[in-house]
């Protein structure tokens, strides 16, 4: 019998394992929720004992949400650590990779069909270079893809966590700092009360479904300024996270929010702020933005991950 691996997002709200037996070959699925994943050690042990061809695993690939350092990471957006060294002799010793959770959705990109995206923004004569991934949803998170000679590099930044310099047109006002994810993340957007406070509107008709976040433009008026203002403000950080980046192949969005956010009604005021850069706006007119609606983007990214 042929060898497999797990591959494994470990997200905010859920934890995703599947197994793959290559590039593109996922089976198996499962969704747990974080809460009931104490130790993910033991949630991959647990996994593999469900096939009976486990003896042969060959290892596992694990994105998280955090910054990777020696093997290890802590979630940003829960309260767990994940430490290859101790992952792996729960697998018998098996090899085990960890990576960033944008990291990986990053390298699924090469990967993906034109079915797996929805163009939001094309262009007549769009630019070549990084590509940059960006997921709007329990936070805020962000990832670089380069071609190299040796193949498509993937760099992990955290963008969510940039203070945030609020337009002078923004409906807030607040006299401490906020970040990016303050404002842009299903963490505010699914809590009534920091949603009235960060963007001063209620939303009665909204419900914590990711799929029922926004109000579609026409609605009424405060729901029609809520949106703009919130399309305003992600392109004008996507735009920004572009020039630092160089990112000038395109922008990818993911994730529960941005999906929801995109049937809402408020992509011209995105590609508004998203293109007013100064001397760059004419170059920004060239970058492409699409949505990722492929399933499992991440998972489908570890799947090219080595061990």
């Known amino acids: 019998m042929t060898g497999w691996r797990i591959v494994c997002d ?5 934890l995703r394992c599947a197994r793959s037996h290559g590039p593109l070959q996922l089976s198996d699925a499962q969704v747990i929720a974080s809460e ?11 996994y593999a004992s469900r096939f ?25 957006n829960r309260d767990m650590v994940i430490d290859s060294a101790r992952v792996s002799p729960a697998l018998g010793g098996k090899p085990v990779a960890l990576l960033n959770d944008l990291e990986a959705a990053a390298l699924a990109l090469p990967a993906l069909k034109e079915s ?6 094309a262009r007549a004569s769009p630019l070549d270079g990084p590509r940059l991934v960006v997921n709007v949803g329990t936070g805020f998170g962000g990832a670089l893809l380069v071609r190299t000679r040796a193949g498509w590099h993937a760099v992990a930044c955290e963008p969510g966590h940039m203070t945030l310099a609020l337009p002078a047109s ?51 008026e ?6 703009l203002a919130f399309s305003r403000l992600v392109g004008q950080v996507c735009g920004d996270l572009v020039l630092a980046c160089g990112a000038w192949g395109g922008v990818y969005l993911c994730g529960s929010v941005a999906s929801a956010w995109s049937r809402a009604g408020g992509i011209r005021a995105f590609q ?36």
Do not use: Y
Request: proline share 5%; hydrophobic share 40%.
């Open 10 to 14: 470990a997200g905010g709200t859920n």
């Open 36 to 46: 009931e994943a104490v130790e993910i050690a033991d949630v991959l042990m647990s």
């Open 52 to 76: 009976p061809d486990a003896e042969n695993l060959q290892g596992a690939a694990i994105a998280a949400a955090g910054p990777i350092e020696n093997g290890c990471v802590r979630l940003t």
């Open 116 to 121: 797996d995206m929805d163009v939001l923004i």
């Open 170 to 220: 923004a409906a807030v006002n607040l006299s401490d700092p906020v970040s990016v994810e303050d404002m842009i993340s299903g963490l505010t957007l699914t809590d009534k009360e920091r949603r009235q406070r960060l963007w001063s509107f209620a939303g009665k008709s909204l419900s914590r479904e990711a799929s029922d976040l926004f109000p579609v433009c026409g609605t009424d």
């Open 222 to 227: 405060s729901a029609d300024s809520f949106v």
């Open 272 to 307: 508004d702020a998203f293109e007013s850069k100064g001397p760059m706006s004419s170059r920004m007119q060239r970058v492409d933005v699409n949505l990722i609606t492929a399933e499992n983007p991440v998972l489908t990214g570890l799947c090219q991950v080595p061990l």
